[in-house]
């Protein structure tokens, strides 16, 4: 990547403006940038285009027929929208079949039970008495003797915030509560939802097995049967549960990663990458995971494209395969382009509902931050603080900057997104078409900005691993 | 019924006193009002009685073994909360078993969708386009050769009011929407559901068919569900959709009125009526939707007895069976004590959620106003103003003014109630312990006061039919 700011600085210096704190973006690009604010707040595509993709489409579990529609739905939607440059890239995904799910208390106090499958967990017609732990490290500290047999609860209950970070210490469980608890001889696995609502949905999500422990059967409970089990269970007697699942693994599918392009000028090899992720989840329409990402990151560009103006360096929208069931399609994007991954200027996801986007986090050279603070100056009056140089991007961007790339993260309020999360209540009424709104208006900006900017971002600070 | 309040002021007219606006509940009465209103006011009484039933109850559909428990449940109760007089008046139900529900587009957008059969539902396996309807009136005036082979959907929103006035105008389709589909040559009848929420669970709740038309299958969709087709109509295109349900109307069963009494002192033989349902809908516990309601008026008798309080008239605790199905215990007891409802004094009952309560009405003798305003003012540090004499006094004691008998409404704040009701999201997590208090404090002065009133509420303003 060439040096241009300095290149830029040279020719600054002889002019009377050099010292101008505003440099790395022209006053053309400045001047769009206002346009372009003005239109995406008033814009209906974000809406339009999560309306028919929940609507057309719904439910796109990988390796389903959803999936396959979802993945012509959004080579259509892009050409349709006027991008010029439209294709899709094959991913290889794992197909699990959900089948149903039913769970009901045996004993002492029969009544049904709402429950839902891991994704990836197998079959199950189990009846087995309940043993409940506050948190995984409890199960994984008990005695074998305790659980053998037995069907292992796992009652941690998430805590919400704006920023989402209830979710790390609970979802650990999901992954490897089965895991943990067949170890220690358990016949199944019943997990409080991963959800931040006491509404009887139980919320899924990926699931793994390790290949030297014995697969059992895992899902979720909604959060007002896992208390009523808590219930149950503090009255001091053997409480017994039956849990029938019929999922199971089906094997190997194709699906896509599907992008569009702006095409850029004069940096046109250089690529901005603002991502969201195509699958969802199966018993929602996946509206808020990820179809607000989806329309975001869409409607952004459209808004550049629409407003006839290029960028100097190429807008590439991807829409991932597979994300959740393990950013399949990421690390598969990620593959297939591994020799060109320095032309990846910067890269962004928007999976975390439908905002309102609140800050604007980078992991670019320290170099650079004084051109991020002219970006987020920009984004001020749309209500985003500048934030922190330790992001991660998104999910599915979030494997590349250990591969040296720049990435940037637009946090979105989180503090309801967990209510509806991986469950059947995900669905387009939902979305406040008003924060949808100002974070595509968001994401356009900062696109813009991006692919105008003049400014080396790398090296970056390389993560921890 | 005698004259009791002449008598009384026969008695008053030799003593100063007699002007004395609160002559109509003794000196002894109120102080013992008073001692009431602290002692339920921290009372766990409520809360203990509600939690204990939807845990070790939950669902309890007449006819089914969770009925038959609930029974169980009550008579157990009682006398563990010390009741003298318990016991139970059986009552025939039908029994309508629900089985399972599953309905899906299967054109354009194939994608499935939330369903749950409505309450008394022939079983269903059928796929045919959708004709939508703003309501039911709006069918009644279709043309039948419109409607002929097709599922009819009635897509009337409910609107959202503290009294629940949203429920009337839409419930009708609920009860009658099968039977003029039907009439039209309809194929089965989707409902958009009877509940305020936007939350991906459908709500049921009892239809009806006649004789003379053919019975076609009945299922409500959830809110959000009804938005998706309606949507996937606006595009003009046929929506065609696979309904399938396994339900079936499986006979008789005996279910009971389970009753407690506090006995009377000299006017035992006048009983103050508070009651409740013990039946519920089978997909929640039946917590809002009548848990609440059984706590509020049991644990109100309950704050009486512990105070060792011995009222004039005896307070009796009517748990009504099979009221989801048609009021079938309330008629039950109606024609049971068909020759002794005069010695019923008053009768109310607690049927719309955990409150709290805002308002006081009845439906007595104009005479006896003037008491209803002192047993309103000792409500009134509580929350609860004096409304109207218009009152119906709840489901289950509706068909008694008609008789005669005076009823009061202790009307409950029912803003939220209708985003549960009938659902599986009725648990007991939607209910508001300091709401459920106040309501069953209430029902405790309210039954007191009564039991001690010197008045004479007869005969009484007859309802228009």
């Known amino acids: 990547m060439p040096m241009r700011r300095s290149t830029l600085l040279a020719a600054l210096l002889l002019s009377s403006s050099w010292a101008n704190a505003d440099?790395?973006?022209?006053?053309?690009?400045?001047?769009?940038?206002?346009?372009?604010?003005?239109?995406?707040?008033?814009?209906?595509?974000p809406w339009n285009i999560l309306e028919s993709l929940t609507t057309e489409v719904g439910p796109r579990l990988p390796g389903t027929e959803g999936d396959v529609r979802a993945v012509q739905w959004a080579m259509d939607k892009f050409?349709?929208?006027?991008?010029?440059?439209?294709?899709?890239?094959?991913?290889k995904v794992p197909y699990w079949y959900r089948g149903s799910a039913h769970a009901s208390v045996v004993a002492p106090f029969p009544?049904?039970?709402?429950?839902?499958?891991?994704?990836?967990?197998?079959?199950?017609?189990?009846?087995a008495q309940i043993i409940r732990f506050d948190n995984l490290d409890a199960l994984i500290q008990a005695d074998a003797a305790q659980v053998k047999g037995k069907i292992v609860f796992i009652d941690h209950k998430m805590e919400r915030y704006r920023d989402g970070r209830g979710y790390g210490p609970v979802?650990?469980?999901?992954?490897?509560?089965?895991?943990?608890?067949?170890?220690?001889?358990?016949?199944a696995m019943l997990l409080r939802s991963v959800g931040t609502d006491s509404h009887r949905f139980a919320h899924t999500g990926v699931m793994r097995y390790v290949d030297y422990v014995d697969a059992?059967?895992?899902?979720?409970?909604?959060?007002?049967d896992a208390d009523?089990?808590?219930?149950?269970?503090?009255?001091?007697?053997?409480?017994?549960?039956?849990?029938?699942?019929?999922?199971?693994?089906?094997?190997?599918?194709?699906?896509?990663?599907?992008?569009?392009?702006?095409?850029?000028?004069?940096?046109?090899?250089?690529v901005v990458i603002i991502g969201a992720h195509l699958d969802s989840w199966d018993e929602g329409t996946g509206a808020l995971d990820d179809g607000a990402g989806v329309a975001i990151v869409t409607g952004a560009a459209k808004h550049i494209l629409e407003r006839g103006l290029t960028p100097r360096r190429t807008i590439r929208v991807v829409l991932f395969a597979a994300e959740e069931i393990g950013l399949v399609g990421a690390k598969a994007y990620r593959d297939a382009h591994k020799d060109t991954l320095d032309s990846i200027y910067i890269a962004a996801e928007a999976d975390f509902g439908a905002g309102p986007i609140y800050q604007f986090n980078t992991r670019v050279n320290e170099s650079a931050l004084d051109s991020m603070e002219i970006i987020a100056k920009q984004l001020e009056s749309l209500g985003v603080k500048l934030g922190n140089n330790a992001s991660w991007g998104g999910p599915d961007v979030s494997i590349l900057p250990a591969?040296?790339?720049?990435?940037a993260g637009l946090s979105m309020d989180g503090t309801d997104y967990f209510d509806y999360h991986h469950t059947a209540d995900d669905t387009l009424d939902k979305v406040d078409p008003d924060a949808l709104r100002q974070s595509s208006a968001v994401y356009t900006l900062y696109a813009w900005m991006m692919a105008n900017l003049d400014e080396e971002l790398r090296p970056i600070p390389l993560p921890k691993q």
Chains 1, 2 share one sequence.
């Open 216 to 224: 059992i059967p895992a899902a979720a409970l909604s959060n007002p």
């Open 23 to 45: 440099s790395a973006l022209s006053e053309q690009t400045l001047n769009a940038t206002q346009e372009l604010k003005k239109h995406a707040m008033v814009s209906q595509h």
């Open 228 to 270: 009523q089990i808590t219930r149950m269970l503090s009255r001091g007697e053997k409480v017994e549960v039956n849990v029938k699942l019929t999922s199971e693994n089906r094997g190997e599918a194709t699906s896509y990663n599907v992008i569009a392009e702006i095409p850029g000028s004069d940096l046109a090899n250089e």
């Open 79 to 91: 050409k349709q929208l006027g991008f010029s440059k439209v294709y899709k890239e094959p991913v």
């Open 171 to 187: 979802v650990k469980a999901r992954g490897k509560g089965a895991v943990e608890a067949a170890k220690k001889g358990a016949v």
């Open 111 to 127: 009544q049904p039970l709402t429950i839902t499958a891991l994704g990836n967990s197998v079959a199950a017609d189990v009846t």
């Open 403 to 407: 591969l040296g790339v720049p990435v």
